[in-house]
């Protein structure tokens, strides 16, 4: 019975992971949670910072929305982005570590 349970909650989190996965598997999203991961920012920061056209930006922020990797918060006419969980900051950390801080040593 032990068992039974461990099964489905190994479940479970493989489709939370899973998920989560799907929202990194493109450029500009990752790049918009890479920039999230340092701090919040609203909907103009991200599109000055990450150079991605306000439609493909419109639409890769909803698609993170709607995955729930991220939450949003209304100040006045802005809306601020952040990464909901903490786990997938740490997640993006250890990405650029592994990929993006060693691409700038000489080998």
């Given at each position: 019975m032990n068992s039974d349970l461990e099964i489905s909650s190994m479940r479970d989190s493989a489709e939370l992971v899973v998920g989560v996965l799907k929202s990194l598997a493109n450029t500009d999203?990752?790049?918009i949670l890479c920039h999230?991961?340092?701090?919040?920012?609203?909907?103009?920061?991200?599109?000055?910072?990450?150079q991605i056209s306000q439609p493909t930006l419109s639409q890769q922020l909803m698609m993170l929305r709607k995955s729930d990797v991220v939450t949003t918060r209304r100040d006045g006419?802005?809306?601020?982005?952040?990464?909901?969980?903490?786990?997938?900051?740490?997640?993006l950390q250890t990405l650029y570590q592994l990929y993006c801080h060693q691409a700038h040593k000489p080998l």
């Amino acid at each position: 019975m032990n068992s039974d349970l461990e099964i489905s909650s190994m479940r479970d989190s493989a489709e939370l992971v899973v998920g989560v996965l799907k929202s990194l598997a493109n450029t500009d999203r990752l790049l918009i949670l890479c920039h999230l991961a340092q701090k919040e920012l609203n909907v103009s920061q991200i599109e000055q910072i990450t150079q991605i056209s306000q439609p493909t930006l419109s639409q890769q922020l909803m698609m993170l929305r709607k995955s729930d990797v991220v939450t949003t918060r209304r100040d006045g006419k802005q809306i601020y982005y952040s990464i909901k969980d903490p786990n997938l900051v740490t997640v993006l950390q250890t990405l650029y570590q592994l990929y993006c801080h060693q691409a700038h040593k000489p080998l």
